[in-house]
């Protein structure tokens, strides 16, 4: 078990792919996407007990994309899962423009994954460690999302092919 952690833009995708696993996932209660962090936290701790693989928009859900967010990393630090990244390249696929650019494929387009090597964060991480994980989980997505846009043929997805 661990926790999936996604760039916002591939989660179509890569929701896809896992949709008959019974991932657990935070979804914002609020317009803002700042409130409620604890009380997820604490849905997501529950869920890792009861079996659930996690998954997590490291830059979501308004941004700045690209960037891990510390809700990752303080959700590894809580339940002791290791945190995979995940990555999605269309080959054919819609972009909706906005903060993330997000990808919609095309109807029986070829979509490529890559999972990074499991990160593992301690448990009870410092706040003042969480900058330098952030930045390793953002390497590692990045990683991931290069390999898929390269077997893709691209830019992770042309909106044009």
């Known amino acids: 078990m661990a926790i999936h ?25 609020h317009r803002d996407g700042e409130r409620g962090g604890a ?6 701790a529950r869920a890792a007990s009861e079996g659930h693989p996690l998954s997590i928009t490291t830059d979501g859900p308004r941004g700045p994309a690209r960037q ?8 590894a630090s809580i339940t002791g ?12 696929t819609w972009i909706f423009r906005g903060w993330d650019d997000f990808l919609m494929p095309k109807p029986g387009t070829v979509v490529y994954i890559a999972y990074g090597q499991p990160i593992e964060i301690p448990p009870q991480v410092s706040r ?17 999302t290069r390999a898929c846009t390269e077997a893709a ?7 044009d092919r």
């Open 68 to 75: 891990c967010k510390p809700g990752v990393i303080q959700a």
């Open 5 to 29: 952690a996604l760039w916002h833009a591939q989660l179509l995708p890569l929701a896809l792919r896992h949709r008959n696993e019974n991932v657990a996932v935070i979804v914002s209660r």
């Open 128 to 144: 003042e460690a969480f900058p330098e994980w952030q930045r390793r989980v953002t390497r590692a997505l990045d990683e991931a």
């Open 153 to 159: 043929g691209g830019t992770g997805g042309s909106a």
């Open 39 to 44: 009380a997820a936290l604490r849905e997501l």
């Open 81 to 92: 899962l290791p945190i995979v990244p995940c990555a999605a390249a269309p080959v054919r």
